[in-house]
């Protein structure tokens, strides 16, 4: 079974070294796992709070995009896409809104720390706070809840975001009387590696200390390490590898082997000119042909988009039948879907007739069966199966979930329904949008009707 895990990349700044080593590196390798469905986003509407700089915004999300990609994420394997591309997003955040309770906002960290900082100044408490931060963690739990994510890579400080996130969740689902959300949990960072900037202190745009990682070449990369402090310590004396920002960089990029002998190498008195040459070759033999394909990809921001649009119908292909599910919950229906509910007799079957599940085993002698509504209608065929038991175990689960095992991803005419990140079932195709609704519907009110005879 694989874990959908997801992350959210701020579209705010250009990437630095620090960023590939703490955070786009491991995640790109993490990516890379058969046990993983990892789901990517670039948070260009969380940008917006930090950001009203068009221009840095626009051009932000094209570095950080080219980044990941230039950096090995591989948009075959993983959901890549920008936030702002999801429109269902914005509108789960107002769902959730909804449900939301001012007394759980006041005490999101960000906004208690910017209270704080106006108290302490003097000024009115909610002096230039909007409410763009405010509602910060109500957008955060829609990204997460969207997609029935398992697991949400944070530090420490972000933990509060995914308490809330479950919060609304379950808060939602006990309302409404069906699990509609997965209830995330933190995937504690506690090994996220940290680069020491040109002063020492940690690598950050705030202290104005970062190296860049592909802006201005090579020769911008190599200026700027020539500029990391370093002591007074001269050629031939021994130089502290434990307390040089140097040695800390270098390890992150090279092998044991390669570390020890740097280590030494420091030991004996290397010269700091010479120990800042030897750590820019070993960090652009790893940047160069990262930063090849990096430039590649800024000069094509086509091809750039065509990979950010193919992501956004991956996600939407969840995110879509999820919102049209919690519409359904929330009594947003069309007048004409009200209608044929109230009035069909598929919502009151006849003479006792009730959806029911017909298994059988196909010509490969695989085990399979079909779930058929009231009046005769397929609505789902499950995946084969080598062994019976294993289909009747999943025909009592969706007995068991009802209609809140209805979330489905939607193919090119049809739907496919899945558990626990895996494909169990598919629906037949439909002819239009309009088709598939309605069998949706049909599917929900059917799994109901089984779930309430267990």
């Known amino acids: 079974m694989q874990t959908r895990v ?132 109500v957008l955060m739990a829609a990204d997460i809840l969207a997609f029935d994510a398992h697991k949400v890579p944070v530090g420490r400080d972000q933990i509060q975001h995914i308490e809330m996130a479950r919060d609304l969740g379950q808060r939602f689902n006990h309302i409404h009387g069906r699990e509609f959300f997965v209830l995330p949990e933190a995937l504690i960072e506690e090994q996220v590696a940290t680069l020491p900037g040109l002063d020492g202190r940690k690598m950050s745009k705030s202290y104005d200390n970062t190296i860049p990682l592909f802006e201005g070449g090579k020769k911008q990369l190599r200026e700027t390490i020539m500029r990391i402090v370093t002591d007074s310590r001269l050629p031939g004396e021994a130089k502290d590898p434990d307390n040089s920002p140097l040695f800390t960089i270098f390890r992150a990029f090279a092998s044991e082997i390669e570390t020890a002998a740097f280590r030494q190498a420091l030991l004996d008195g290397i010269g700091w000119g010479e120990a800042k040459q030897v750590l820019y070759e070993r960090i652009e033999s790893d940047v160069a042909p990262m930063r090849e394909r990096y430039e590649a990809f800024m000069a094509d921001p086509a091809a750039i988009e065509a990979i950010l649009q193919q992501g956004a119908q991956k996600a939407r292909a969840i995110a879509t039948p999820k919102i049209a599910a ?129």
């Open 6 to 137: 997801l992350t959210g990349i701020t579209t705010t700044g250009t990437p630095h070294l620090g960023n590939y080593v703490g955070a786009i590196r491991p995640a790109v390798e993490a990516s890379r796992r058969d046990d993983v469905d990892a789901f990517y986003f670039m948070a260009d509407y969380h940008a917006l709070i930090k950001s009203d700089d068009a221009a840095r915004i626009e051009r932000s999300r094209l570095e950080i995009a080219a980044t990941w990609l230039a950096a090995g994420l591989d948009p075959a394997r993983v959901t890549f896409y920008r936030q702002s591309d999801i429109p269902e997003i914005p509108e789960l955040t107002w769902f959730l809104t909804c449900v939301a309770s001012k007394g759980m906002l006041n005490r999101a960290h960000a906004y208690k720390a910017a209270v704080d900082r106006n108290v302490e100044t003097g000024e009115d408490a909610d002096a230039g706070i909007t409410a763009g931060l405010y509602m910060y963690p």
């Open 326 to 454: 919690l519409r359904d919950a929330l009594g947003l229906r069309s007048a004409t879907s009200v209608a044929t509910t109230a009035s069909s007799p598929k919502a009151t079957p006849k003479q006792g007739k009730m959806p029911r599940f017909a298994s059988f085993r196909d010509a490969d002698g695989n085990f399979r069966f079909r779930l058929f509504s009231a009046d005769g209608e397929e609505l789902l065929l499950s995946m084969p199966f080598a062994d019976p038991k294993a289909a009747g175990a999943l025909q009592k689960r969706l007995k068991t979930l009802g209609a809140a095992a209805a979330v489905l991803q939607v193919e090119a005419s049809g739907m496919t329904l899945a558990l626990d990140g895996e494909p169990v079932a598919s629906t037949p195709d439909y002819r239009d949008d309009s088709a598939r609704n309605d069998a949706l519907a049909q599917l929900r009110e059917a799994l109901d009707q089984l779930a309430a005879q267990e």
